[in-house]
């Protein structure tokens, strides 16, 4: 297995070759197994790693378990967690994702917190966002500043409000009460 592959200039990774470390100014990986990659610019087709590190990074039917860019755009691949400015995802599965502007189509995401998102056709299971425009948003819990779009939500903003102070008045009463238990057998 090779350590490292460093270079100033583009390095392409293909067929079944699995390496440890790739860093370069542009990697190009077809069919490629990598554990750690950091460049300015990543594109993948048809590979994994581990982590992915660089300014901006290109998936295509690839997947990634952690990934940190300024910009990454995936169709039909998959990253555990994420975190970028701005996310563009079609055909995808993210587990978790931050960016200041995240758009989904088609997609299904574990857990969102984003400035701006704009989802068509997707399902999220937590949307934290201060703005989410789209149509046909399907979400369990959603906590928004403002939404335009039609979405499905089991907890919104206010029920979100609503059961987090029923959680907190039911747990004071259980710890009230049992305070007063267990100063009377005393």
């Given at each position: 297995m090779n350590d490292a592959i460093p270079s100033t200039e583009a390095q392409d990774a293909s067929g079944s070759e699995e390496l440890e470390q790739v860093m370069a100014d542009t990697i190009n990986l077809s069919q490629a197994s990598l554990d750690k990659v950091s460049a300015d610019l990543v594109r993948m087709s048809g590979s994994a790693a581990g982590e992915v590190s660089a300014e901006e990074i290109e998936m295509r039917q690839s997947a990634v378990y952690q990934a940190q860019a300024g910009e990454i755009s995936m169709q039909n691949s998959a990253v555990a967690l994420s975190q970028a400015k701005t996310i563009e995802s079609s055909y995808d599965f993210l587990g978790v994702a931050r960016a200041e502007k995240l758009s989904l189509d088609h997609s299904r995401l574990?857990?969102?917190?984003?400035?701006?998102?704009?989802?068509?056709?997707?399902?999220?299971?937590?949307?934290?966002?201060?703005?989410?425009?789209?149509?046909?948003?399907?979400?369990?819990?959603?906590?928004?500043?403002?939404v335009q779009g039609s979405v499905e939500t089991q907890v919104d903003t206010p029920r979100a409000l609503l059961a987090g102070l029923a959680a907190g008045v039911g747990v004071g009463l259980v710890l009230f009460l049992g305070r007063l238990l267990t100063r009377r057998r005393f």
């Open positions: 574990g857990a969102l917190y984003a400035e701006g998102a704009e989802i068509d056709n997707s399902r999220v299971a937590l949307m934290v966002a201060r703005q989410v425009q789209g149509g046909n948003i399907q979400t369990a819990i959603l906590l928004a500043g403002q």
